[in-house]
């Protein structure tokens, strides 16, 4: 069972990350902690390697190796939290991930984003979780694998979402 702090005022960014790589090592191999690249929001991101066949459990999934990208940023202004909660396929150029942040105003706070590569595909307004970061990172772990299933392929090229597929959760 896992308990979830109910005050997120006083969060700590390096705290919070180390509790997402504490969980994640749970299910998941090499699972390590990195500073955010200066490109990127936020001060650290947690990366998780993930065998998709068991992940998805899938045999027939057509890649054996991905990763998780999990990242927060605090303090942001907001009366919320930004966070990047990605699942990336480096052979396939293939990202999909929910993105809380102000990039996709006319989207709402939250949105489902698909990249071909470094560039965006798709873009689906997502739910948006008023919920302490810890228990984010727990519903979209469960919403991943249909995140993941909904991407749209042509040419072996990931083109969209399919948006009967219930997955802005």
Known sequence: ???????????????????????????????????????????????????????LDDDEYSITAARIEIGFQLQTGEPHECYWFNWIEPDRSLLVGWHQDDTHDDLGPVHLQVNDGATPVAHEPAEFI??????????????????????????????????????SE
């Open 1 to 55: 069972m896992i308990v979830f702090l109910a005050n997120r005022a006083n969060l700590q960014s390096k705290r919070l990350h180390d509790h997402i790589q504490n969980r994640l090592s749970g299910a998941f191999e090499s699972v390590r902690q990195r500073r955010a690249e200066p490109r990127e929001a936020g001060p650290y991101r947690v990366v998780a390697e993930v065998d998709p066949r068991q992940f």
């Open 130 to 167: 008023d919920s302490h970061p810890l228990d984010v990172v727990e519903r979209r772990l469960t919403s991943l694998p249909d995140a993941v299933r909904a991407v749209e392929w042509g040419q072996g090229r990931p083109v969209g979402l399919d948006t009967a597929a219930s997955v």
